[in-house]
């Protein structure tokens, strides 16, 4: 008996199946943008009008993209959440591998609220990252832009511009405008693009992760700490390599190690040892020069004549007492 398991099956579609992905994503957006309507249009290809505005729902759908079987689990959150809610957003946001963050082009006040959305996300993936042995990182999560109801021309208060620019400001993967009453395509349009971000995304990670000496340097540029961002708004790129990022953070640091001598360590050290930059007190034999040592009370011949403590301290305390609150 000739038998074909659907796997080989799908296999002749040119469809593979031995990597089974499965994708979580999270739709944001204030109430009656259209939410509930793209995650059933996209899931039943249905135009559906009315939804329950405080339900909110995880839909599992797999289907293909890229000639790959990807399991999309759908989480349509609530866009006027209770307080319990509230509460679960952090659980939510740090449950979802990529966002859809989704605004009406007839409603102003949906296209701001995405920037307080866009902040939340960030918000709770960095926790998560600084709570989880640096396993995951900001730029791996997409954030895909979406502005609704493009059907409805005559109510429009968003412009297209509007949207693009926004998109880029929040440093999202990339930006939608749709009409989910209208077009399934542009829908599954939005749904490939979570996808394909996801996908080139975690394997960027991959590779970040694998390659030790970039991510320490990647990790410290992501660190809340550094006053490095991963992203260059200024040159309006979504992405940049880290290696660029890496570059950057080391200027940082050196700029912040010679302003923090500058700052505390100046009473003992000559002059030439504050513009020593960092890399040249390190050494390639393995040896470390010795850092210029800094006192917390200097000995007394180091001090000069103008800058003894009680006069530094008389300093701070008129300071305080001008300043006004
Ligand atoms: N004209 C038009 N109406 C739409 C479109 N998409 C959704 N709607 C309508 O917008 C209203 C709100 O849609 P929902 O899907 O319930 O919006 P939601 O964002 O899920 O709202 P909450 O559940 O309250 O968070 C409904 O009346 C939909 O029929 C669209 O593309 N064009």
Redesign the pocket.
Known sequence: MNTTSPKSSLAKLGIHTTKHKSLKVMVM??????????V?RFITRR?????????EKIYTHSTTFDNELIQFDVL?????PNKEDCVSLDANIRWADAFIL?Y?VTDKCSFDECNRLKFLIHYYKRRRKLGSNNKDSLSDVPVIFVG?????AGDRMVSLEEGQRRSRDLECASFHE?????SIDQVQAVFRDVFRFWRVLSKFSKLKRSTSDVQNVSDSALSPDSGCSFYDSSANETRRSFFIIGKACLEENDHTESTDELGTGSLCSSRSNIDTPFRSRASTDGTLLSRPRRWRYPPPGCLMPHTNRVERRMSISARGSNASY
């Open positions: 957006g204030q109430s009656g943008v259209g939410k509930s309507a793209m059933v135009f559906i009008g009315e939804y329950d505005p405080n339900l349509d959150a609530a866009g006027q989704m009406s609704n109801k493009t059907d409805q749709i009409s989910v009453r209208e």
